[in-house]
């Protein structure tokens, strides 16, 4: 029986979108491959995240996550420990997988786990989501990553654009590397699309966190007095650790027709009720706010860093030159005149990501680590 290891970066929330390709894919193996041993470590919340109870539900093992010490008590107690790296490193040789995977939320963190591995020569491979011109490897951990990248049997990234950054960021061709896709978790079905009597509903599905999604970005063109002249309103579904600074700014800004709806877990509903998707990200991979909109039928305004992969510039949508104010305004701008048309492009769209996402990109990436464990 071959061993598979799941270890997710995100150890932050309990739950993100980065979390649902190894998720999936780790049920998919727990419950269909009897030949395969599912393993994860996973941070102990007081909860228990439903992703990680649906894969002990399949059959997959979940061990305890080495974390530092947060009280003064489990101070006193860690002096008497093993290091969190060496615990770490204890952990991974104590499983003993055929192969890791990697999971990072970000492309420069979680560099223990890729040395560890190789100096215990456990194979591994890392899946990338999310890299930024905004967050560069310093001094003190460049080599570190460098090596990380390059000892891994394959470094999976979600976009061309993330393969990219990284290889400038590191100074080298990452030759190991391959393109995946996230799974979609909506019907591959075109919504109908809403009725624009009331005005048109604008829409960001995202995490409350204004340096990756650029929400204040967002705010300061809808603060022109054109935007709030027009019909329009901007609905935020989402949750975050900046939710009252973005209200508080919002109101500062004397927005009216921006409306805070918390999260939804139904994204249908969520597009059954909009029309479009504006994203001002600053970074990105390749988000999946913007696939599950297309599926849907509905055509975005997006930054570079988001979307230049998926939507084609005044076809299936509308890219922004950078996240700022003035570009996003341009974009969005471009939009509204041709607002006319956006159920006709977002039927494009939706013809788009159909080429653009593989039917089940679990099945794929699975027989993808079947195939590195046999080899």
Same mark, same amino acid.
């Given at each position: 029986?071959?061993?598979?290891?799941?270890?997710?970066?995100?150890?932050?929330?309990?739950?993100?979108?980065?979390? !649902?390709?190894?998720?999936?894919?780790?049920?998919?193996?727990?419950?269909?491959?009897?030949?395969?041993?599912?393993?994860?470590?996973?941070?102990?919340?007081?909860?228990?995240?439903?992703? $990680?109870?649906?894969?002990?539900?399949?059959?997959?093992?979940?061990?305890?996550?080495?974390?530092?010490?947060?009280?003064?008590?489990?101070?006193?107690?860690?002096?008497?420990?093993?290091?969190?790296?060496?615990?770490?490193?204890?952990?991974?040789?104590?499983?003993?997988?055929?192969?890791?995977?990697?999971?990072?939320?970000?492309?420069?963190?979680?560099?223990?786990?890729?040395?560890?591995?190789?100096?215990?020569?456990?194979?591994?491979?890392?899946?990338?989501?999310?890299?930024?011109? !905004?967050?560069?490897?310093?001094?003190?951990?460049?080599?570190?990553?460098?090596?990380?990248?390059?000892?891994?049997?394959?470094?999976?990234?979600?976009?061309?654009? =993330?393969?990219?950054?990284?290889?400038?960021?590191?100074?080298?061709?990452?030759?190991?590397?391959?393109?995946?896709?996230?799974?979609?978790?909506?019907?591959?079905?075109?919504?109908?699309?809403?009725?624009?009597?009331?005005?048109? =509903?604008?829409?960001?599905?995202?995490?409350?966190?204004?340096?990756?999604?650029? &929400?204040?970005?967002?705010?300061?063109? !809808?603060?022109?007095?054109?935007?709030?002249?027009?019909?329009?309103?901007?609905? !935020?579904?989402?949750?975050?650790?900046?939710?009252?600074?973005?209200?508080?700014?919002?109101?500062?800004?004397?927005?009216?027709? $921006? &409306?805070?709806?918390?999260?939804?877990?139904?994204?249908?509903?969520?597009?059954?009720?909009?029309?479009?998707?504006?994203?001002?990200?600053?970074?990105?991979?390749?988000?999946?706010?913007? $696939?599950?909109?297309?599926?849907?039928?509905?055509?975005?305004?997006?930054?570079?860093?988001?979307?230049?992969?998926?939507?084609?510039?005044?076809?299936?949508?509308?890219?922004?030159?950078?996240?700022?104010?003035?570009? $996003?305004?341009? *974009?969005?701008?471009? *939009?509204?005149?041709?607002?006319?048309?956006?159920?006709?492009?977002?039927?494009?769209?939706?013809?788009?990501?159909?080429?653009?996402?593989?039917?089940?990109?679990?099945?794929?990436?699975? &027989?993808?680590?079947?195939?590195?464990?046999?080899?």
């Amino acid at each position: 029986m071959k061993r598979i290891l799941f270890i997710s970066s995100n150890i932050h929330t309990p739950w993100g979108g980065s979390e !649902l390709l190894w998720y999936k894919t780790a049920v998919f193996l727990a419950s269909q491959e009897p030949d395969v041993e599912v393993v994860v470590v996973a941070r102990k919340w007081p909860h228990i995240p439903p992703h $990680i109870q649906e894969i002990a539900d399949a059959g997959g093992r979940i061990c305890d996550l080495p974390l530092p010490p947060t009280t003064s008590m489990e101070y006193l107690k860690g002096k008497f420990r093993p290091s969190i790296e060496m615990q770490k490193k204890m952990l991974l040789q104590k499983i003993s997988p055929d192969l890791l995977l990697h999971s990072m939320g970000k492309s420069f963190e979680g560099g223990d786990w890729m040395q560890s591995a190789h100096e215990l020569s456990v194979p591994y491979v890392n899946l990338v989501h999310l890299a930024s011109d !905004l967050q560069w490897p310093d001094d003190g951990e460049v080599d570190l990553y460098r090596k990380g990248y390059d000892q891994a049997r394959v470094n999976f990234f979600v976009s061309e654009g =993330n393969r990219g950054i990284v290889c400038k960021q590191l100074g080298m061709n990452i030759v190991n590397s391959a393109i995946v896709r996230n799974p979609i978790s909506v019907a591959r079905e075109i919504l109908s699309y809403p009725e624009t009597k009331q005005g048109y =509903n604008l829409a960001l599905p995202a995490t409350l966190v204004p340096i990756h999604k650029g &929400h204040d970005i967002l705010f300061e063109v !809808l603060a022109q007095s054109k935007w709030k002249q027009r019909p329009l309103h901007l609905n !935020l579904y989402g949750t975050g650790n900046y939710s009252k600074s973005l209200q508080y700014y919002s109101q500062y800004l004397g927005l009216k027709n $921006i &409306h805070f709806r918390g999260y939804s877990k139904n994204i249908a509903e969520v597009w059954a009720k909009n029309h479009l998707l504006v994203m001002s990200s600053r970074m990105e991979g390749l988000p999946l706010t913007l $696939i599950e909109a297309m599926s849907c039928g509905r055509l975005a305004v997006v930054t570079g860093v988001a979307g230049k992969e998926c939507v084609q510039d005044g076809e299936t949508g509308f890219v922004a030159k950078a996240a700022h104010p003035e570009f $996003i305004d341009e *974009a969005l701008e471009r *939009a509204w005149q041709k607002r006319a048309q956006w159920q006709e492009m977002g039927s494009l769209a939706a013809e788009r990501v159909r080429e653009l996402i593989p039917f089940d990109p679990v099945e794929a990436f699975a &027989h993808t680590l079947l195939q590195l464990v046999q080899d």
